[in-house]
């Protein structure tokens, strides 16, 4: 029976035509594999299965997934990122811990990432809630002032008022979940529009797996978005929430879906 294996343009400009050829031959792809995203196994030669190609400064892993987790494409990463990711796919087990303030790029603010689940319509949904650790500027300038909200609108992300409904998808964004772990959000680079880190995790972060259920159900991540003591670190789902709906009250609230991994 014939590899159903997708090897998307940009991948095989990154590996090559021969090494492409011989992935879609068969001579180099594994019949079974771990899904990179949901980490179930898959089998390229009984269902679609995507070639995903992590690209570090120095080094690149070819990944596998299920056509419907992920499509095939090139994501960067740090070095750092890409070995913790190599050795998580080897078997060395998860890495992460609890979240902890990461770099936002391009605008280098310090952020803080919690991963939950929001209720909106009588269905959860994963979400993703991003609040800085002190103002944030805009680029080129040293304020006074905080131009968070500003810069992600400007960006597509929209004013939430009540978590009532589901906010718009954000196309050209994404949420990248690789080995069953949180690793990036991703925005459109300047240019050719590939994926680049908006942020990324200094060590991929835990999930739990209703969290990862919901995600892979809905392929999609709400990313909500306050000013600084807007939120806080809060311990449970349900003080999250409340913090969330007091934040929209207030007008310090935006918000978007992210599709997964940047389809």
């Known amino acids: 029976?014939?590899?159903?294996?997708?090897?998307?343009?940009?991948?095989?400009a990154e590996i090559g035509d021969e090494e492409a050829d011989r992935l879609l031959a068969g001579e180099t792809a594994p019949g079974s594999y771990d899904c990179t995203s949901c980490r179930t196994p898959g089998d390229c030669e009984q269902e679609r299965t995507s070639t995903v190609l992590f690209i570090g400064?120095?080094?690149?892993?070819?990944a596998f997934a299920h056509?419907?987790?992920?499509?095939?494409?090139?994501?960067?990463?740090?070095?750092?990122?890409?070995q913790g990711a190599v050795k998580a796919i080897s078997g060395g087990g998860p890495l992460g811990g609890a979240p902890e303030p990461e770099k936002a790029v391009p605008e280098q603010a310090v952020l803080g990432v919690t991963s939950g689940l929001?209720?909106?319509a009588g269905e959860l949904h994963p979400a993703l809630v991003v609040e800085p650790t002190a103002p944030v500027?805009?680029?080129?300038?040293?304020?006074?002032?905080?131009?968070?909200?500003?810069?992600?609108i400007e960006q597509g992300f929209m004013p939430?008022?009540?978590?009532?409904?589901?906010?718009p998808v954000l196309h050209g964004w994404s949420v990248l979940l690789a080995v069953g772990q949180l690793h990036a959000v991703l925005q459109p680079g300047a240019g050719d529009g590939r994926p680049v880190a908006w942020w990324q995790a200094?060590?991929?972060?835990?999930?739990?797996?209703?969290w990862r259920t919901a995600a892979n159900k809905h392929q999609q991540v709400?990313?909500?978005?306050?000013?600084v003591g807007s939120i806080g670190r809060q311990p449970r789902e349900d003080l999250l929430r409340d913090a969330l709906d007091k934040a929209a009250a207030g007008g310090r609230l935006v918000a978007a879906a992210l599709p997964l991994a940047g389809t």
């Open 202 to 210: 200094h060590q991929p972060l835990q999930v739990t797996e209703g």
């Open 160 to 167: 939430v008022t009540e978590l009532a409904t589901v906010p």
């Open 222 to 227: 709400l990313m909500f978005a306050a000013p």
């Open 118 to 120: 929001v209720l909106i």
């Open 57 to 62: 400064e120095e080094t690149a892993v070819l």
């Open 137 to 152: 500027v805009r680029p080129g300038t040293n304020g006074p002032g905080d131009e968070f909200l500003p810069l992600l």
């Open 1 to 12: 029976m014939p590899r159903m294996l997708d090897v998307s343009d940009e991948v095989r």
């Open 67 to 82: 056509a419907g987790c992920l499509p095939s494409q090139v994501v960067k990463v740090t070095e750092e990122q890409l």
